[in-house]
């Protein structure tokens, strides 16, 4: 991807020098972040050392310290971005609380309108997608949460600009004169657009109106109205926006059709966010996130390359989860003191100290404006990747883990999911094929006779599998398909108990398999895995003894992932 670099402001707010006591590896370190999330979460290491003008050995160090840490992979000469890293930005989104409170609200809106709705916060001169409730019809261009905006293309700018002062706009128009096609802002079409010249009106219309239009600024055919919710002083928090095509509503009609209802949302919202006791608890963090293994491990085991004060200073970020059991809390968000930061990640107060400044320096933390003791993540987190990673696919995610086990196994390894009675292959990566049809991702097969199908139907609430098992006919297709509905039954019951199935020429003469449960962050069986091999290759013994344990390895590794990936977003499938 040609996007010019969007690390522009990453020598700090206004390009200014680090302060003395700033983390030099962790700037470092983060640029490296930047430029992979600006190249879509994939760049080779030679490429990396051009963009950011580091020397190839401190690339290298941050490759694999990051690596270590579980936010990247190398594949070949690239380095790729993992979605572990979406744990920076679930810290974010968690600390603000508005997907957490805000988000079912805007579901909902979505639902009752039928049209897309989102939510959006400022990020300096631009606005941040942080929730999006997706009914896209005609629809070319989909935001990610993690998004950017430039504040002049879209609704929800004109809210926040209309609170503007003489810096800001002063500011916003240098950005604008420097950049008028919109480079830097890799989620929007480029070209030129006159969204620039009336934004003043339209900020000032905002402030007037208390909503605001998009008539196509972003690309043609998109129409949108957006309102603000504010915070008890009446600073706008984040902007909700209704989405719509022109083939449906003119910027106009769609306005007129469900600002009343945008209202009601609003108001409801603004509730919400009121600082009271008992509030919605936040998404709890995944299974995987905590604590990451590297602090564990001793400096010998970690080795030379690894640049310690680059992984402390990205934990620090993560101890404003507020499922961390930290959370302090003014006005809705987590903001803590140093000494709070300190704890939650174990490190002495210099250290994180000195990792706080470096990231307020790069517009990673701010100081809270009722209290310069307290510290805050700002939506910028998300620019380390987060909107890539959040459109990963679940293919996209598992097929690494898949070619690692396969690496190790020397046997076929697949993904499957339950499709009606059926399972239907997500990933495969195939050694030698030893069945008689070939299978490729979206094949499918009957759940009643497959390792992984059976491990999906005993991962079902019961009434759902015996809805299943009643409709199915157990048909015989090899010698030794179980065709018993007791037996089977019995079998899904310890399959249950053992958290794995093994299948011996029930779907096909000389096709042995064994297959684990992969869970989504409520504990939900919403996959399988296996390894295949022919059954003329040892005992079941043998298979269960060597297979079984890389499997789970592999299986957990996922979970880890799709934990994370699925903590604020939907993981599509692909
Ligand atoms: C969106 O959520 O996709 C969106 C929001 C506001 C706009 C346009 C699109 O003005």
Redesign the pocket.
């Known amino acids: 991807m040609s996007s010019p670099s969007p690390t522009a402001g990453a020598a700090g707010a206004a390009g200014a020098a680090p302060p003395p006591e700033a983390v030099g590896p962790l700037i470092r370190g983060l640029a490296v972040l930047r430029e992979l999330a600006a190249a879509d979460g994939r760049r080779s290491v030679g490429n990396l050392v051009r963009a950011t003008r580091l020397a190839r050995s401190t690339v290298d160090r941050v490759i694999s310290t990051l690596s270590r840490t579980g936010y990247l992979r190398v594949e070949g000469r690239d380095a790729v971005l993992t979605p572990r890293l979406m744990e920076l930005g679930n810290a974010y989104l968690s600390s603000c609380r508005l997907p957490d409170l805000l988000g079912p609200l805007a579901d909902a809106l979505a639902d009752g309108l039928d049209e897309?709705v989102?939510i959006?916060v400022p990020d300096r001169d631009g606005v941040r997608?942080v929730h999006?409730a997706t009914r896209r019809r005609a629809m070319s261009l989909?935001?990610r949460i993690g998004d950017l905006l430039p504040a002049e293309r879209?609704?929800?700018g004109a809210l926040f600009a209309a609170q503007w002062g003489d810096e800001d706009w002063r500011r916003w128009r240098e950005r604008h004169a420097a950049d008028p096609l919109d480079a830097g802002f890799p989620a929007v079409p480029h070209g030129r657009t006159d969204a620039g010249a009336s934004f003043e009106e339209r900020a000032a219309a905002a402030r007037e109106q208390g909503w605001s239009a998009?008539d196509q600024?972003?690309e043609p055919g998109?129409v949108?109205v957006?309102m603000a919710v504010r915070d008890t002083g009446g600073a706008p928090v984040c902007a909700v926006?209704v989405?719509s095509h022109t083939s449906r509503h003119s910027a106009r009609s769609l306005r007129e059709a469900v600002l009343p209802r945008l209202r009601d949302a609003v108001e409801a919202m603004t509730d919400a966010l009121k600082p009271v006791g008992q509030r919605r608890p936040a998404a709890p963090p995944a299974a995987g996130s905590a604590p990451a293994s590297w602090t564990r491990a001793s400096k010998q085991e970690l080795g030379p390359e690894f640049v310690e004060s680059l992984a402390r200073g990205l934990t620090v970020l993560t101890a404003f989860d507020t499922a961390a059991g930290t959370q302090g809390g003014h006005g809705g968000s987590a903001e803590l003191p140093l000494t709070e930061v300190a704890e939650a990640t174990g490190l002495a107060r210099a250290t994180a100290r000195r990792a706080l400044i470096t990231l307020e320096h790069l517009d990673y933390v701010e100081r809270a404006p009722h209290d310069a003791r307290l510290h805050r993540l700002t939506p910028r987190v998300l620019e380390l990747g987060f909107a890539h990673l959040s459109g990963l696919t679940l293919l996209q995610i598992t097929q690494p883990h898949l070619v690692e086990l396969v690496g190790r196994v020397h046997d076929s390894a697949s993904m499957a999911v339950l499709s009606g009675d059926d399972i239907q292959y997500v990933a495969r990566v195939p050694t030698v094929r030893i069945m008689s049809v070939n299978i490729t991702v979206g094949t499918r097969f009957p759940a009643y006779a497959t390792a992984m199908g059976r491990v999906l139907l005993a991962g079902l609430p019961g009434p759902e599998r015996a809805g299943i098992l009643a409709r199915t006919e157990l048909q015989p297709l090899t010698l030794h398909t179980v065709t018993s509905a007791a037996r089977l039954g019995d079998i899904l019951d310890r399959a249950a108990r053992d958290g794995y199935v093994l299948v011996d020429e029930e779907l096909e003469e000389g096709l042995r398999s064994i297959a684990v449960p992969v869970h989504d962050r409520t504990g939900r069986v919403v996959a399988a895995v296996n390894v295949s091999l022919h059954a003329g290759r040892g005992t079941p013994e043998h298979a269960r003894e060597n297979l079984l344990p890389p499997l789970r390895e592999t299986a957990a590794r996922i979970e880890a992932d799709i934990q994370v990936a699925g903590r604020y977003g939907r993981i599509a499938m692909g």
């Open positions: 897309s989102s959006a997608f999006q989909t935001f879209g609704a929800p998009d600024l972003i998109l949108a957006a926006s989405v």
